[in-house]
């Protein structure tokens, strides 16, 4: 994992996609390199999952899931000046359930600028709401 941007060096996100699957595989996904001594992997929390068949089939999008989710220190050291860093890896399983399918995960559901431009139509739009806001361009 790369640093999360505009922090000290902070990992927390992740986002993947996978492709060319075949129903019925269970694949283990351990995404390395988190800096963080907890998470809320190990309290309950799911990974995100979107899957471009589901959501054409089943008009399911971006859901939790995954099993035998953990989060665990790996016993990989970075060395730093003045100290000795530890390292933790979030391990998920995942079983595929489409041939063929483009499945995306996510420590998080995304929400993109596209999104929020909608988000704001809706509630710019609707009489009740639109009472209680005004909307003017920034920059």
């Not at 220190?73 to 100290?83: A, T």
Request: charged fraction near 20%.
């Amino acid at each position: 994992m790369q640093n999360d941007i505009n922090t000290n060096g902070h990992t927390q996100w992740f986002f993947f996609r996978v492709t060319n699957t075949k129903p019925g595989l269970k694949v283990k996904f351990n995404v390395l390199n988190y800096s963080k001594p907890d998470s809320l992997f190990n309290y309950g929390m799911k990974v995100s999952i979107y899957s471009d068949k589901q959501a054409e089939l089943n008009n399911v999008g971006w859901h939790k899931g995954g099993e035998d989710i953990s989060y665990f220190n790996n016993g990989i050291r970075k060395e730093i000046i003045y100290s000795s860093k530890s390292f933790y890896t979030a391990t998920f399983t995942y079983k595929f359930k489409h041939a063929d399918d483009s499945v995306f995960f996510a420590y998080a559901q995304p929400y993109s600028y596209s999104d929020l431009r909608c988000d704001l139509d809706l509630i710019l739009n609707d009489p009740e709401r639109k009472q209680f806001i005004t909307s003017k361009v920034l920059c």
